[in-house]
C-alpha cells in the first residue's frame, strides 16, 4: 500500500515559520546617497620660460552709428562767391561735385596760399631792386631820384605808381632801369631839373623845339 504525503499543518510548522509567515515581510533601510565630490581646478603646467598672455580684455561696446546729413550739391547759380571771382568757379564746383561749405573751405585755403605767395613774391622784390641800387654804386641816388620824377611826371594821377608798390614790381631790377632811362632822357631833353645848372644861354632840345613853352626849366 502506497503512503501518501501528509501535508502539514500550521500548527506543525516550527514555531518562528508560524510567526514569520503572518508577519509583513521585513522593508530594507534607506541607503545613503554617497557624497558628490566637487572636482579639483588643476591649473595648467606651463613650461618654464614661456609667459602667459593676460586675457583679453571685454569688447567695449560699439558705440551708436551716426547719420551723416544729406549731401546737397547746389545748382552752378546757387553757390555764393566773393566778389570779383569769376563765375567759372560755380560751374567747377558743381561739376566736382562740391557743397557750399566745401567750396568756402577751398577758397579759403586757395585765398591764404595766394597772399603766402604774394607776400613771398614781395619780399624777393624788394631784395633784388636793394641788390641793383648797390650795383649803381655812388650813382644810386641821382638815379634812383631821376626814376621817381620820370614816373611822377609821367603817372600824374598815380595810378602807375600805385600799381608798382602794391605788387612790389617798383623794385624790380628792369623797372628801375626803364624809369632811370625814362628820366634821364627826360633831363637831357630838358623836361627834368638837371643836377648840374646849364650854362647861361644854354638850350635843351625840349626848349628848341618847344621854345617857351617848355615846361620845365632848366
Known sequence: MTDTPVTPTPTDLPADAVINSEMTPPVAAPVEPAAVVPPVEVAPVVPEGVVTPPPAEPAAPEAPTEVAPERVVPQPSEYTIPEGMPDSMRNFAHENGFTQAQLDTTLTHMGAYVEANTVAQRSALREMGEAHLKNWGEMKDTNLNLAKQALAQNDPDGHL??????????????????????????????????????????????????????????
Open 161 to 218: 605808381a600805385t600799381a608798382l608798390n602794391e605788387s612790389g614790381y617798383g623794385n624790380h631790377p628792369a623797372v628801375l632801369d626803364f624809369l632811370h632811362n625814362l628820366g634821364k632822357g627826360m633831363q637831357e631833353g630838358g623836361f627834368l631839373k638837371r643836377a648840374v645848372r646849364r650854362a647861361p644861354g644854354e638850350k635843351t632840345a625840349a626848349e628848341s623845339m618847344y621854345g617857351d613853352n617848355h615846361p620845365v626849366a632848366g
